[in-house]
Structure formats: C-alpha cells, structure tokens
C-alpha cells in the first residue's frame, strides 16, 4: 500500500496525464472563444473585401479553428477505452445504461438550457411554429438547417451525441474483428481497419461538401461525416493506450516515440497550425470557403494538429515540464473543467453585446453583419469575463449536481444488482469500469 500522503511514480504520471487533458480542454475552449470573436468582429473577412483585415494576425487567427478538433479525439479517445480494454484484456464490457445516461447528462441539461435562453430572449420574435422551438430541443438543426442567435457553434452538439449512439455498435464491430485472434498485436491492426475506414470517409466527405454546386455552408457543412477522422484517431489513441498497459515494458512505437521525444511532436503540431494558416490552394487571413482541393488539405492540417498535439499527452512516460506547467496549472484546469459551458454560451454574450436579439426589441442578425460595432479586445475582454462567469454557474449548478445524481442513481442501481446476485446461487457481476468524462 502506498504510504499516506504519497504517490508512486505511475500514479504520479496519471494524475498529470488527467490534469493535462483537462488543460487542453480549457486551453481550445478559449481558442475556439478567440477565433470566434476574430471573426465576429472584422478581424477575418472575406477576400472581396480586400487583404487581411489585419494582415499577419488575421492569417494567425483564421489558423486558430484547429482548436476544435482536440475535443473530438478526446471523446473518441476517453468513450472507447473501456470498451477497448473489454476487447484487449478481457475486462467486463462497459454497461451501455449507465453509459448512455452519463452521456445524456453531460450533454444535455447545459444544451437544453442554452436553448431555452436562446429561444426566449434573442429569437422570441423570430418563432413562428412549434417545429422552430422543438428542431434545436430535437438535435434536428444539423439536418433541417436554420440559424438561432446564439446558439451558432451548437452543431457540435448533435454530432457528438451521434457519437455517442454510434461509438457501442463501432465497438461491437471492432471486437468481432479481433474475436478469436490470440496475438495482441493482429487484434490491435484489425481493430485499426474500421478506424482507417473513418479516416477516408471523413477526409473525402470534407471535399465533396466544398463541391462548387453545392454553393458555400451547404447544410452538408453540419453534417457529423467530416468529422469521423477526428473520432477514430481518439479511439485509435484509446487502442494503442490499452496496448501500452498490457506491455508496459514494450508499449507501442509511436508511444516510444513520444516519451522520446515529446517536444517534436508539439513542433508537427505547430507546423500544422502553420500550415492551416498558409492556406494552401486557398486565400490566407479570410473566411473564403474554398475548393474541394483547399479543402482537402486543410483537413489533413486539422487531424495532423490535433493527433501530433494529443500523442505527448495520453502516451506513458511522454509529456514534458514545459507541457505539464502550461497544461497543469489551477486556472488552465479550471478552464478545463467548464468548457463545455464555455463552448456553449459565448455567442450569447457577444450578441448581448452586440444589442441584438429579440430582447432589444428586434429579430436577431448574425454576427456576420454586426462587423464594425464592437473592437475585436472590447468584445474578447466582456466574452472572457462574461462567459467564464455563466460557465461557471452552469457547471456548479447544473452540470455537477446532475451528474453526480445520475452517478448515485447507478452506484445504487449496481448496489442492488450485487445485492440480488449475492443471495442463494448467485454470482457477484464484475464491477464495470466508469468511462472518463469527456467534456
């Protein structure tokens, strides 16, 4: 047993691989907040108004969309371990009860209440039948696509809860594939297949909906498809992990590679970025949508970023100070922990601002077209502020207090099950592993 007040080296490890992830969160959260203010208040623009706004950092900003695509790994990555471990070690498979009412908790009651909100205060007016109120409460703006003030960057939200129902049939295939295969190292290349199925998918998806008849932001745009790359490489990253805890001594190359050399692996991130900035086949520093081939590119540039930026960070033994101080920190964790609520409130407080919505008295305008009346550090300094505040209240008032019920409620729902299966002939089930929170 380790001694009171002690932590063996792993644990050590661990506990600075969990607070790294949670760093990351916060870090793209407020990425993700930047790039989104940038483009709300003329610092990108599109090329027929001319050359960057504001030359170099428009280019860098523009760059700056990277940051979405960790969250996607890191679902794909934290959802499918259990099941991963279910398939490699013989581990019970994970409940999908309690796995579905986790997720629905997490996703949910946040999402449900920004909506409300939305619906109320800033497109009130803009309600003109039960389908415009029931469409975003149903998950359905993806597919019948129609823009809600506030609630812009929520399509995110129906392809993770996709996710979520497709990720236990995924799983079903990916263990029939290595079923009755004994060597590790075939189960883990023919658990890969699917995963290499969903990186082609989700690349050519990216250029057919850049296709020039389908017009720029189709309702394609929205679709979950594109973003299938970003998955697999998480529950990719999920497998090799698994691998690495079955051989601690031989763990996987690119985990080798990693704990060698952690840096370079931020250095390809960062060429990455640089190369989403650079544009390639595309005009840098503006919001232009782009051909199917700049398309193409850009979205090898996202998983790339997103992949070489994740490895240092779940693979044992990697990592380095510089990481662990940028990412480990209280106020990058705290971030961490409410960027969920970050992610989803901060347009309502940039059209706060803006005046517009049917609280001020008038149907709602995109951003798009309120350019010019707020600077982009006036209008980042009141998203900061005023998002981190309504985060906060979200995830220690709502967020929290729900899932900590929904855990109670299966603990004694489990509790029961034992209880029913220690009586006369009965067998204790085997305690099933809790997946991470991803969000």
Same mark, same amino acid.
């Given at each position: 047993?380790?001694?009171?007040?002690?932590?063996?080296?792993? /644990?050590?490890?661990?506990?600075?691989?969990?607070?790294?992830?949670?760093?990351?969160?916060?870090?793209?959260?407020?990425? =993700?907040?930047?790039?989104?203010?940038?483009?709300?208040?003329?610092?990108?623009?599109?090329?027929?108004?001319?050359?960057?706004?504001?030359?170099?950092?428009?280019?860098?900003?523009?760059?700056?969309? =990277?940051?979405?695509?960790?969250?996607?790994?890191?679902?794909?990555?934290?959802?499918?371990?259990?099941?991963?471990?279910?398939?490699?070690?013989?581990?019970?498979?994970?409940?999908?009860?309690?796995?579905?009412?986790?997720?629905?908790?997490?996703? #949910?009651?946040?999402?449900?209440?920004?909506?409300?909100?939305? *619906? *109320?205060?800033?497109?009130?007016?803009?309600?003109?039948?039960?389908?415009?109120?029931?469409?975003?409460?149903?998950?359905?703006?993806?597919?019948?696509?129609?823009?809600?003030?506030?609630?812009?960057?929520?399509?995110?939200?129906?392809?993770?809860?996709?996710?979520?129902?497709?990720?236990?049939?995924?799983?079903?295939?990916?263990?029939?594939?290595?079923?009755?295969?004994?060597?590790?190292?075939?189960?883990?290349?023919? #658990?890969?297949?699917?995963?290499?199925?969903?990186?082609?998918?989700?690349?050519? $998806?990216?250029?057919?909906?850049?296709? /020039?008849?389908?017009?720029?932001?189709?309702?394609?745009?929205?679709?979950?498809?594109?973003?299938?790359?970003?998955?697999?490489?998480?529950?990719?990253?999920?497998?090799?992990?698994?691998?690495? /805890?079955?051989?601690?001594?031989?763990?996987?190359?690119?985990?080798?590679?990693?704990?060698?050399?952690?840096?370079?692996?931020?250095?390809?991130?960062?060429?990455?970025? *640089?190369?989403?900035?650079?544009?390639?086949?595309?005009?840098?520093?503006?919001?232009?949508?782009?051909?199917?081939?700049?398309?193409?590119?850009?979205?090898?540039?996202?998983?790339?970023?997103? $992949?070489?930026?994740?490895?240092?960070?779940?693979?044992?033994?990697?990592?380095?100070?510089?990481?662990?101080?940028?990412?480990?920190?209280?106020?990058?964790?705290?971030?961490?922990?409410?960027?969920?609520?970050?992610?989803?409130?901060?347009?309502?407080? #940039?059209?706060?601002?803006?005046?517009?919505?049917?609280?001020?008295?008038?149907?709602?305008?995109?951003?798009?077209?309120?350019?010019?009346?707020?600077?982009?550090?006036?209008? $980042?300094?009141?998203?900061?502020?005023?998002?981190?505040?309504?985060?906060?209240?979200?995830?220690?008032?709502?967020?929290?207090?729900?899932?900590?019920?929904? /855990?109670?409620?299966?603990?004694?729902?489990?509790?029961?099950?034992?209880?029913?299966?220690?009586?006369?002939?009965?067998?204790?089930?085997?305690?099933?592993?809790?997946?991470?929170?991803?969000?």
């Amino acid at each position: 047993m380790t001694a009171l007040g002690t932590r063996s080296p792993v /644990e050590a490890r661990e506990k600075r691989r969990i607070a790294n992830l949670d760093g990351v969160r916060g870090i793209c959260a407020m990425i =993700v907040v930047f790039t989104h203010v940038a483009f709300s208040t003329g610092v990108v623009l599109g090329s027929e108004s001319g050359p960057p706004q504001k030359g170099i950092w428009s280019i860098l900003a523009v760059g700056l969309e =990277v940051g979405l695509g960790p969250f996607f790994i890191l679902s794909g990555m934290l959802l499918y371990k259990p099941f991963a471990r279910a398939t490699l070690r013989g581990t019970p498979k994970p409940s999908l009860g309690p796995f579905f009412l986790r997720r629905g908790l997490r996703l #949910m009651p946040g999402y449900w209440l920004l909506t409300a909100f939305c *619906l *109320l205060f800033l497109n009130y007016t803009s309600i003109d039948s039960v389908w415009y109120v029931l469409r975003p409460l149903l998950l359905m703006q993806d597919y019948d696509y129609v823009w809600y003030a506030g609630m812009d960057p929520t399509w995110t939200i129906p392809t993770e809860a996709q996710f979520y129902l497709a990720l236990p049939l995924l799983a079903l295939l990916m263990n029939r594939l290595a079923k009755g295969v004994d060597d590790p190292a075939r189960k883990v290349r023919r #658990m890969m297949i699917p995963l290499g199925v969903m990186v082609v998918i989700g690349w050519v $998806f990216a250029g057919y909906m850049h296709m /020039e008849h389908l017009g720029p932001w189709p309702p394609q745009y929205w679709w979950p498809f594109s973003r299938l790359g970003l998955f697999a490489v998480g529950m990719g990253l999920a497998i090799l992990s698994v691998r690495a /805890e079955q051989s601690p001594q031989s763990p996987p190359g690119l985990y080798r590679a990693a704990a060698k050399r952690p840096g370079l692996f931020w250095l390809g991130a960062l060429a990455s970025y *640089l190369v989403v900035c650079a544009a390639p086949l595309g005009n840098p520093g503006t919001w232009d949508y782009g051909s199917p081939q700049f398309a193409l590119v850009q979205h090898l540039a996202f998983l790339a970023f997103a $992949f070489l930026l994740m490895v240092p960070l779940v693979a044992p033994k990697a990592s380095t100070p510089l990481m662990d101080a940028v990412l480990s920190n209280r106020p990058t964790r705290f971030l961490g922990r409410i960027s969920y609520g970050l992610y989803l409130w901060h347009f309502v407080v #940039m059209y706060l601002w803006f005046r517009s919505g049917s609280i001020f008295g008038a149907p709602p305008v995109p951003a798009s077209m309120l350019i010019g009346r707020v600077g982009f550090w006036e209008m $980042f300094g009141v998203v900061v502020v005023g998002t981190i505040a309504i985060a906060t209240a979200s995830y220690y008032f709502l967020e929290r207090p729900l899932m900590r019920a929904g /855990e109670r409620w299966i603990a004694k729902r489990e509790a029961a099950r034992t209880a029913r299966a220690d009586g006369p002939g009965g067998l204790r089930p085997q305690q099933q592993e809790r997946p991470a929170s991803v969000v």
